[in-house]
């Protein structure tokens, strides 16, 4: 898929590379607008960091915060300065809580005029989706996308198909890795504590109802966001003789789930999401010796192997631009996050100018934007966003990650995702 960015951004990104492989305002659009030049002479711009540091997912946010920081600097550095505009960002931390984010947003829009917020989850989109529009700034997320966003002319987007989808495309991979002739068995732990967790519940029901040859969902067990036990939901998910559990929740979940599991003398493979991926449940549960046969899945490059355009990118980021972060799940997710942002910023100058840069630039050109996975240092897969979902919906694959002799490695790269229904 080629790019509509033209010679003069791609000159700039052919200028990042370069330097990467030598080290190893307003209008009627509304929605933010440009400050004043900076140091480096181009015009300053703000987005909203939207972060979660003191709730459930506080354990993943120093890494991802500290990526999207560091790509930002690089890119301010490389490709800003050479089209300019540089990139500032504020950090809100709203505890991965809906009534937070509510709370937060109008001093956000007041205090800085972002172009551009930079999402978390689950209670960002269900807080701010219905009113971006008419605020008229676009939320870029790291995330997976959710069944009650799947809705055309959106303003929150998202570099990947939703939680389901990844889930079902990690399904489908189990049941030809296992060479099953039957239906996977599915079990899911979740919670109701946020509509993000029961959207996951509710995808993978219409996905079992609908490819019956390919999944069953035998057991769903609702349990609090931080469960001190889940021994008797694990329980019945043993008696309903599942093959694989679904945790798309936090780490928590996760390490209560195995603590339940090993109690019961029990052995299912828990599949989890970036997130509360393996290396952080590892983490959590004391080493990922004890996630062995465990599972990953999520739509970016699995950061199992010390090798690639993306480990070099990230190299270049610890020892140029003072990235302190481990190459971990977190850590790529906040440099994708970064770098697609960024890049839609690119085609947004392209199209209106350095100087004129607003919340409705950023929106129409994410429309108009198709990054190549070259654009993405091969982080993310192509991307070409369309007024019809709010993430791209042709060539959807999941990647998988695993432990094998207690070492992360990974199971599949870009498995394709079964094609599903709106639930």
């Known amino acids: 898929m080629a790019s509509k960015r033209s010679g003069r951004v791609l000159a700039a990104t052919v200028a990042a590379t370069t330097l990467l492989t030598a080290c190893g305002?307003?209008?009627?659009g509304g929605g933010g607008g440009g400050g004043g030049g900076d140091a480096s002479g181009g015009t300053s711009y703000n987005q909203a960091w939207l972060v979660d540091f003191s709730g459930p997912y506080a354990d993943v946010y120093d890494e991802l915060q500290a990526a999207r920081e560091a790509t930002n600097d690089w890119w301010n550095d490389t490709v800003g300065s050479e089209i300019g505009v540089q990139l500032e960002g504020e950090v809100y931390d709203h505890r991965y809580d809906a009534a937070q984010v509510a709370s937060l947003w109008p001093g956000i829009l007041s205090d800085i005029e972002p172009i551009m917020a930079m999402g978390v989850g689950g209670p960002d989109v269900a807080a701010l989706q219905?009113?971006?529009?008419?605020?008229k700034v676009p939320m870029l997320m790291n995330t997976a996308g959710y069944g009650y966003a799947w809705e055309p002319d959106q303003w929150?987007?998202?570099p990947r198909a939703t939680y389901v989808h990844e889930a079902a495309g990690f399904v489908s991979w189990f049941q030809e890795d296992r060479g099953m002739d039957e239906p996977v068995k599915v079990a899911m732990v979740s919670s109701e504590a946020s509509p993000a967790y029961v959207d996951m519940v509710d995808g993978m029901e219409g996905f079992a109802e609908n490819n019956?040859?390919?999944a069953e969902l035998v057991a769903v067990e609702f349990a609090?966001?931080?469960?001190?036990d889940l021994t008797s939901q694990v329980r019945r998910i043993v008696d309903a003789e599942a093959d694989v559990i679904l945790i798309q929740t936090n780490t928590t979940q996760a390490v209560v789930t195995k603590q339940a599991l090993a109690s019961l003398n029990?052995?299912?493979p828990i599949m989890l999401s970036s997130h509360n991926s393996l290396q952080a449940t590892g983490d959590a549960a004391g080493g990922l010796e004890n996630l062995e046969g465990d599972f990953e899945s999520f739509g970016f490059v699995v950061p199992a192997e010390e090798e690639g355009e993306a480990y070099d990118f990230y190299k270049m980021l610890t020892e140029d631009y003072g990235l302190e972060a481990d190459w971990t799940v977190p850590t790529v997710q906040g440099i994708a996050h970064q770098l697609y942002a960024n890049r839609v910023v690119e085609q947004a100058v392209e199209t209106v100018g350095a100087?004129?840069?607003?919340g409705q630039a950023i929106y129409d050109a994410i429309l108009e934007a198709e990054l190549t996975a070259d654009d993405m240092f091969g982080f993310l897969p192509n991307?070409?966003?369309?007024p019809e979902a709010p993430f791209p919906t042709s060539g959807l694959t999941t990647s998988v990650g695993t432990v094998t002799d207690g070492v992360y490695s990974r199971a599949a790269l870009e498995h394709e995702i079964p094609e599903l229904d709106k639930w």
């Open 212 to 214: 019956p040859d390919v």
């Open 25 to 28: 305002g307003d209008d009627e």
């Open 130 to 135: 219905q009113r971006l529009p008419s605020d």
């Open 156 to 158: 929150v987007f998202n």
């Open 383 to 386: 991307l070409d966003w369309t």
């Open 224 to 228: 609090e966001v931080q469960p001190a």
């Open 266 to 268: 029990a052995e299912i």
């Open 355 to 358: 100087e004129n840069l607003t």
